[in-house]
């Protein structure tokens, strides 16, 4: 068997919350390792580990930098506790990481946890130290800032090495923070959101608006694939596919074309708001970025605002586009964002929608539609899909 030892950062601040957060993170890393035969979780006093076999080394790696809370992870590698063994151990662990590079920063850390052990810490790191740098030539002891460190826990039957510390997501459990809605469509920017919002410990529940059969089901498809992409993070997920057709139709008909996108976006408030309450859930997320588009601006945000009762999240509000594409990139979602596909706000936008809309606007406009109406029918043509 293999075994990770992972870190976790934030959750440790938290105090009386603390045990909580520990409970979740426990269930997210037991979830991601359902499929591996074998595989165990286990809480020690400040971290966890991973047990494995050792052939699912690589595929372990890739999934726990997939967890939210995991700080940062590394793989140990146990001997018995000799110094020849420990130092042989080491040269293999130390030479895989320098490779062929001419000079390289390295230190050996050692943590004792058999308090008893008749050398210290800097004796048994020196003693370790001396094994190791005869033979790997490229190696310069730098003990403040090295590039590779060979830690090791110096046990009471059993020491453990280990070298690289690979990043994990940081962030919180999914779980900690209770639950969101997230108002998502198939573009690059609502599933990023959504995925900051988890990592910061809540739960997504989503809700798509779609404007089927006047567009294809491409929208409807991408949505589906990228809320499965998106499960990786929290293993399975809700989402409501709301048809707003109906409505748009008779937004066209009969309200200034100028304030269609805010009219629907109005109107999907009203009913994310209906699944906020169905679900117990406790704010409302979108991918909107300051200006990125016209229906992005401070005063259209509040027209939308105003509808909900509950806070409405932006976390990409002071990201740049390219920096939201990178992260989509990141989390696998921009191959999917990236194909064409006819959105519900494409259709019927006008060539010059309003860019500083007032509330008092679009109360007038929505005299003319019988919102209720259309809330009320929309909301029963709900359909909700349990993904994963
Ligand atoms: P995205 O990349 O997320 O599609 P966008 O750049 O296309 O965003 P807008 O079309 O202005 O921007 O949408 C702003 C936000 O409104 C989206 O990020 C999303 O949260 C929400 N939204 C837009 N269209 C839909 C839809 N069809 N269903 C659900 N939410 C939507
Ligand atoms: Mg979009």
Not at 15 to 23: C, I, P
Not at 111 to 135: C, Q, T, W, Y
Not at 218 to 239: A, D, T, Y
Request: glycine share 6%; aromatic share 6%; net charge neutral.
């Amino acid at each position: 068997m293999a075994t990770a030892i992972i870190h976790y950062h934030e959750i440790a601040l938290k105090g009386g919350n603390r045990s909580f957060f520990e409970a979740k993170l426990k269930e997210n890393l037991a979830r991601v390792m359902v499929g591996f035969e074998g595989a165990k979780v286990e809480k020690k006093h400040d971290h966890f580990r991973v047990h494995f076999e050792k052939s699912d080394e690589d595929s372990v790696r890739e999934i726990l930098g997939e967890v939210c809370g995991v700080e940062n992870f590394s793989f140990v590698s146990s001997v018995a506790r000799d110094f020849e063994e420990v130092i042989a151990r080491g040269l293999e662990m130390v030479q895989a990481e320098v490779g062929e590079s001419e000079e390289v920063t390295f230190r050996v850390a050692v943590h004792r946890s058999d308090k008893n052990f008749e050398m210290n810490s800097m004796e048994i790191a020196k003693k370790i130290s001396a094994g190791i740098l005869p033979v790997i030539g490229s190696l310069k002891v730098n003990l403040k800032k090295a590039e590779v460190v060979l830690y090791v826990d110096w046990g009471a039957k059993e020491v453990q090495l280990s070298v690289k510390k690979e990043p994990g997501l940081g962030g919180l459990p999914v779980g900690v923070s209770g639950k969101v809605v997230s108002l998502i469509s198939s573009g690059f920017d609502s599933p990023v959101a959504s995925f900051m919002m988890m990592r910061r410990g809540a739960t997504v529940i989503y809700v798509h608006f779609h404007s089927y059969p006047a567009t294809g089901m491409e929208s409807m498809e991408n949505v589906k694939k990228i809320v499965e992409k998106l499960n990786r993070f929290q293993g399975k997920s809700k989402l409501y596919m709301i048809p707003l057709i109906d409505f748009q139709k008779e937004v066209v008909k009969g309200a200034d074309a100028a304030l269609r996108v805010l009219l629907y976006r109005r109107m999907m408030i009203r009913l994310a708001e209906r699944v906020m309450r169905r679900e117990k859930a406790k704010a409302l997320v979108t991918g909107e970025s300051l200006a990125q588009v016209a229906s992005q601006t401070l005063e259209n945000m509040n027209v939308v605002n105003v509808l909900a009762s509950r806070p409405v999240l932006r976390p990409l509000i002071g990201m740049n586009k390219n920096e939201i594409i990178k992260m989509a990139e990141q989390i696998g979602t921009a191959e999917i964002s990236m194909q064409p596909y006819d959105d519900c706000c494409s259709l019927y936008i006008p060539k010059a929608p309003a860019l500083s809309a007032r509330v008092e606007e679009l109360e007038e406009a929505e005299k003319n539609l019988d919102i209720e109406k259309f809330e009320q029918e929309l909301w029963e043509a709900r359909e909700l899909i349990k993904v994963g």
